[in-house]
Antibody, heavy 119, light 112 residues
Framework: EVQLVQSGAEVKKPGESLRISCKGS????????IGWVRQMPGKGLEWMGI????????RYGPSFKGQVTISADKSISTAYLQWSSLKASDTAMYYC????????????WGQGTLVTVSS | QSVLTQPPSVSGAPGQRVTISCTGS?????????VHWYQQLPGTAPKLLIY???RRPSGIPDRFSGSKSGTSASLAITGLQAEDEADYYC????????????FGGGTKLTVL
């Protein structure tokens, strides 16, 4: 079974750094793009960026370039989403998802990681 | 403002048919990029419902169908059931700027 398992919920203060993870299993991790999607409370889905673990080719959405860093460690089949200095506005649910289809159609999705940033 | 436009809400009675539209432009749907649809039940992660415009993943009932024409796409749900009450999102690719993934703003389906 293809599965993406994300790291647990985080509570952080503004200015702190954070890295959340997404571990893939049940498929060849290096041969599919992995995307990250943000969902702010009560809002819709926003594409943050995508990485190809095979060669770490990474693309970012216009709103997220320079705000986050996406990386992957293919030796442990894990993708990461990282912030160097969190803001309260980063409070959201973050999902990773595999992109096996054209136009980066996503399936499956991870269960989500809730990040809360509050002083 | 989302690049792909969806109605904020639709509703229907059990057993009825509803459609959800997804309107794009010449740099995304109109450029020939495939459209995908996701269902997000309350408190859960999104799930792929339709891929490549009109294909259903294994396990998705044939009550769900997708279509695409010009710069728009549609999701149809027939034989509406209470468990279909959820948020639905369309998604495609946009070739403007350096190219990026785009989602619709989402549509809340209420089963009356």
């Amino acid at each position: 079974e293809v599965q993406l398992v994300q790291s647990g919920a985080e509570v952080k203060k503004p200015g702190e750094s954070l890295r959340i993870s997404c571990k893939g299993s049940g498929y060849s991790f290096t041969t599919y793009w992995i995307g990250w999607v943000r969902q702010m409370p009560g809002k819709g889905l926003e594409w943050m960026g995508i990485i190809y673990p095979g060669d770490s080719d990474t693309r970012y959405g216009p709103s997220f370039k320079g705000q986050v860093t996406i990386s992957a460690d293919k030796s442990i089949s894990t993708a990461y989403l990282q912030w160097s200095s969190l803001k309260a506005s980063d409070t959201a649910m973050y999902y990773c998802a595999r992109a096996p289809y054209s136009s980066y159609g996503f399936d499956p999705w991870g269960q989500g990681t809730l990040v809360t940033v509050s002083s | 403002q989302s690049v792909l436009t969806q109605p904020p809400s639709v509703s229907g009675a059990p057993g009825q048919r509803v459609t959800i539209s997804c309107t794009g432009s010449s740099s995304n749907i109109g450029a020939g990029y495939d459209v995908h649809w996701y269902q997000q039940l309350p408190g859960t992660a999104p799930k792929l419902l339709i891929y490549d415009n009109n294909r259903r993943p294994s396990g998705i009932p044939d009550r769900f169908s997708g279509s695409k024409s010009g710069t728009s796409a549609s999701l149809a749900i027939t034989g509406l059931q209470a468990e279909d009450e959820a948020d639905y999102y369309c998604q495609s690719y946009d070739s403007s700027l350096s190219g990026y993934v785009v989602f619709g703003g989402g549509t809340k389906l209420t089963v009356l």
